[in-house]
């Protein structure tokens, strides 16, 4: 079902179709009173905008003149409603954006035992999806105002400013809440609303994700209750994938079980990688805890897929690489 038209932007629509017709109407007429083009649209535009330039040719016919005075009626007219639908246009806009602020901080205000969600990225709306399922009630905090347009839009309750705000915390409702998740993508930024929410409410639960694993226990010396590494989760996921006689064959195949667990990796912004160790590779001869070290975290090792046959899960940090072994990794999805 399209969605109506709102009536101040009906109005601007139809005003500026009337304008638009007066135009043509009009200098079709000066058109037939043999003025050339160019000054035909001049004399309409300057005399329906009561620009009082003056006649660009002598007007002595009596129609002529009956003509342009109705062109002076109807464009000043047409001009009116153009400027009067843009006034009411703006200032509905403003209005629905302060009432809607403010009928959504009042609702805030009402919640009790509600979760606050820091972060509406790809993790925050899966949160906030399953949690509305869940019917538990919750409040979303992101600095983003397409973000956060976006959430508003879907009918959740929202607050714009930057989480790590003590004052925006308080506005979400933190002393009332019962858990708060924090899912930004900046580790630091996770630690420190961390930091702030168990200062704010000693007894609330805090869940926090973390990019890379030094980070879970920063989180959990903040004060956070649970810390979430979607990395290893994946990880772990590969790993009871990859228990196949022909891990190749699962790595590439399409079955339905393959294809869901790649959707959920790519929601959670992580991709799968398998990665050829050849003779001139960089990281031959070397071990997992090498490159896992040298590459900051941003890879983490599921598999070792032997060039003889058979794998090696979870392989420990002092497993070596070899020539024609193949690596199956994941990492952060559009990242190398």
Not at 147 to 156: L, N, S, Y
Not at 196 to 224: C, D, F, W, Y
Not at 268 to 286: F, K, N, Q, Y
């Amino acid at each position: 079902m399209p969605t109506p038209i709102s009536r101040p932007r009906a109005n601007l629509f139809y005003a500026a179709s009337f304008v638009g017709i007066v135009m043509i109407v009009f200098t079709m007429g000066y058109r037939y009173a043999g003025w050339s083009w160019n000054d035909s649209i001049y004399m309409v535009i300057i005399t329906a905008f009561s620009v009082g330039f003056g006649e660009v040719q002598p007007i002595r016919e009596p129609w002529l003149r009956a003509w342009t005075m109705a062109l002076i009626v109807l464009g000043c007219t047409g001009i009116i409603l153009i400027t009067g639908s843009l006034v009411q246009l703006l200032t509905e806009s403003q209005i629905n954006r302060a009432l809607g602020g403010k009928r959504m901080e009042n609702e805030i205000e009402k919640l009790k035992n509600h979760a606050i969600i820091c972060g509406f990225g790809r993790i925050g709306r899966m949160i906030a999806s399953q949690l509305e399922q869940g019917g538990i009630p919750f409040v979303i905090v992101d600095q983003a105002s397409d973000r956060v347009a976006e959430a508003r839009e879907a009918g959740w309750l929202t607050f714009q400013g930057e989480a790590t705000d003590e004052a925006v915390l308080r506005s979400a409702g933190i002393a009332r809440a019962r858990v708060l998740a924090t899912v930004l993508p900046n580790d630091a930024a996770n630690v420190f609303i961390t930091l702030s929410a168990r200062n704010m409410h000693p007894a609330i639960e805090i869940i926090a994700r973390g990019e890379v694993p030094s980070t879970e226990r920063k989180l959990l010396q903040a004060g956070a209750n649970r810390v979430v590494l979607p990395a290893h989760i994946g990880a772990d996921r590969i790993a009871h994938l990859i228990l196949h006689p022909n891990a190749r064959e699962l790595l590439g195949g399409r079955t339905k079980s393959k294809v869901e667990f790649e959707h959920h990796l790519s929601e959670l912004g992580l991709d799968m990688e398998e990665i050829e160790i050849g003779p001139a590779s960089p990281w031959v001869h070397r071990s997992v805890g090498e490159v896992e070290k040298e590459t900051a975290g941003r890879l983490l090792a599921v598999a070792i897929l032997r060039k003889e046959g058979g794998t090696d899960l979870n392989p420990g940090p002092e497993a070596a690489l070899l020539p024609g072994d193949a690596l199956v990794v994941m990492k952060r999805a559009g990242r190398s």
